[in-house]
């Protein structure tokens, strides 16, 4: 799974220069998927993760 990815704005009027959204997990965690989301009504995207989270002993 890639660790950054570099967001430009929905508009696509920007050049994207740094990954400002993170999903940080710790090892741990399991991560099934990410995926990047359009949220309507702004230039911004969604982050979205699902994760497996560790079972208690």
Do not use: Q, Y
């Not at 009027?13 to 999903?23: E, L, Q, R, Y």
Request: aromatic fraction near 2%.
């Amino acid at each position: 799974m890639r660790a950054l990815i570099l967001l430009a704005s929905a508009g696509g009027n920007t050049v994207p220069i740094i990954a400002m959204d993170h999903i940080l997990a710790d090892h741990r965690v399991g991560v099934a998927s990410a995926e990047i989301l359009g949220v309507p009504g702004t230039d911004h995207r969604g982050v979205f993760a699902d994760l497996r989270l560790p079972t208690l002993p």
